[in-house]
């Protein structure tokens, strides 16, 4: 029976180009991994559940100076979580620009605020004013 298939000379058996095709249907199929879990947010607590920002356009102006203070080493400039002290996070420092994009700002003021248990991210309403963090929240509502 003659071959179907030739490789550096030598001919393939029939089969072999079914072998071949359930071979590279595995190789390309292990390359597809698994979608990206969506990450979920705790609910906002009341207290803080639809607070918006009383400061107008210029806030975030404002904002970039305490970013730069508080945030800025764990968060990085760009807010990807890639901060000089962000190597030795465990959990890492969040992506802001992922977690801006998913909530609203009722949600970022309150984790500037209060922080995060089981992370890093330390409450700075102890330090920062109400002004001062709705500043933050409209700085990194500018980052890209």
């Not at 990450?39 to 404002?62: M, Q, R």
Request: hydrophobic share 45%.
């Amino acid at each position: 029976m003659t071959g179907i298939l030739i490789f550096g000379g030598g001919k393939l058996k029939p089969y072999s180009f079914f072998i071949m095709a359930l071979l590279l249907t595995l190789i390309l199929s292990a390359c597809g991994g698994t979608p990206t879990p969506a990450v979920s947010f705790a609910p906002v607590p009341p207290e803080f559940a639809g607070k918006t920002s009383p400061l107008g356009a210029d806030a975030a102006d404002a904002g970039a100076l305490n970013y730069a203070t508080y945030c800025e080493s764990c968060h990085g400039a760009s807010g990807l979580g890639d901060g000089p002290a962000a190597a030795a996070l465990n959990p890492p420092a969040a992506n802001l620009l992922t977690v801006a994009s998913q909530v609203e700002d009722d949600y970022l003021f309150w984790r500037i605020s209060e922080g995060k248990m089981g992370t890093a991210m330390v409450g700075w309403g102890s330090v920062l004013n109400e002004e001062q963090i709705w500043q933050v929240v409209a700085y990194i509502r500018t980052l890209k």
